[in-house]
């Protein structure tokens, strides 16, 4: 099992930059991959970035080039640098990780994004 909690979310203003963390805890030496989602109102949860064990990163195209992620192996926590944020990357974020034995899921923060 792995417990997720994220945590950075809130309102921010077009152009503005907002830092999301997961903190992993159970078995997280367990994660083989480790990412972010979002799920807008009316939408499908979309790919947001992951990070797998070995480093390599993968970027939805909407944020490719706006946000960052990277993890913090040592203390089981996973950011989302977001940057130039703009309204149609409001949605609740979700951090996603998977282990041999499955995947897991926090409970979601929500961004909200102003025009």
């Known amino acids: 099992q792995v417990q997720l909690v994220e945590s950075g979310g809130g309102l921010v203003q077009a152009g503005g930059s907002l830092r999301l963390s997961c903190a992993a805890s159970g078995r997280p030496f367990s994660i083989t991959a480790i990412g972010w989602y979002r799920q807008a109102p009316g939408k499908q949860r979309e790919l947001v970035a992951t990070?797998?064990?070995?480093?390599?990163?993968n970027y939805g195209d909407s944020v490719k080039g706006r946000f960052t992620i990277s993890r913090d192996n040592a203390k089981n926590l996973l950011y989302l640098q977001m940057n130039s944020l703009k309204p149609e990357d409001t949605a609740v974020y979700y951090c996603?990780?998977?282990?041999?034995?499955?995947?897991?899921w926090g409970q979601g923060t929500q961004v909200t994004v102003s025009s």
């Open positions: 996603n990780a998977v282990n041999p034995f499955g995947s897991y």
């Open positions: 990070i797998g064990s070995s480093g390599r990163t």
